[in-house]
């Protein structure tokens, strides 16, 4: 018998293995996180599509994508405006699932945080505000003009419940692309705020 034949089922075995163990403890985490996910959370994501990699590569923060919790029962909403997260709705503010919010296919990482600075009051205020722009267009454009993507969607409906919410808006100065953006590296960096989670782990 030439054993060297079965090699290749004997690799393929392995990984199998290897992929179940790791599938196993992603689904194990994944649900101890759920329970530590809160309304108000905001999820930040670096992408992997054309869009998020620009305002990655223009604002030169960690992510490129913010949205926040509005429901954790029964299952984790994300509220967010997004070119193409789901082709069905283009262009818009859209509610994804956890998992569709951070699927590979959308993110390359992502991260959790908390606003220590909102109640738990403000934080529902701010949900059942953002929930009524659903549907509402996608407006890339500066601060001066108007405007409605991922960062000002959760920029206007804080500032009306905290007023004193400030974060550091960003000038570029590029062809089609100029004047002051807000980018999810402003959230990201807010020294009020603590991380419940990133992915991959930090060392």
């Known amino acids: ?5 079965f090699i290749p089922i004997i690799f393929i075995l392995l990984l199998n293995l290897v992929w179940a163990d790791e599938r196993e403890q992603f689904t194990h985490q994944h649900d101890n996180l ?14 992997v599509q054309v869009d998020s990699l620009i305002a990655h590569q223009f604002s030169g923060g ?3 994508h913010i949205g926040m919790v509005v429901s954790i029962n029964p299952d984790i909403k994300i ?20 998992d569709e919010f951070i699927t590979p296919e959308l993110a390359e990482k992502y991260a959790i945080a908390r606003p220590n600075f909102l109640s ?17 267009a996608f407006v890339l454009a500066s601060r001066e003009e108007p405007h409605l ?23 570029t100065q590029f062809p089609f692309f100029s004047g002051d953006y807000l ?8 020294p009020d705020i603590t991380w419940i989670y990133h992915y991959p782990t930090l060392n």
């Open 1 to 5: 018998m030439k054993v060297y034949r």
């Open 34 to 47: 759920s329970y530590n996910i809160k309304v108000g959370d905001w999820i930040f994501r670096k992408g």
């Open 62 to 64: 960690k992510f490129s």
């Open 79 to 98: 509220i967010h405006a997004t070119t193409s997260d789901d082709e069905n709705y283009p262009n818009q503010v859209i509610i994804s699932s956890f």
């Open 120 to 136: 738990e009051m403000q934080n529902q205020q701010i949900a059942n505000e953002l929930l009524t722009k659903q549907g509402q």
């Open 149 to 171: 993507y991922c960062t000002t969607l959760l920029y206007d409906a804080i500032i009306k419940y905290q007023p004193d919410f400030t974060v550091q808006w960003q000038h």
């Open 183 to 190: 980018f999810p590296s402003a959230f990201a960096n807010h």
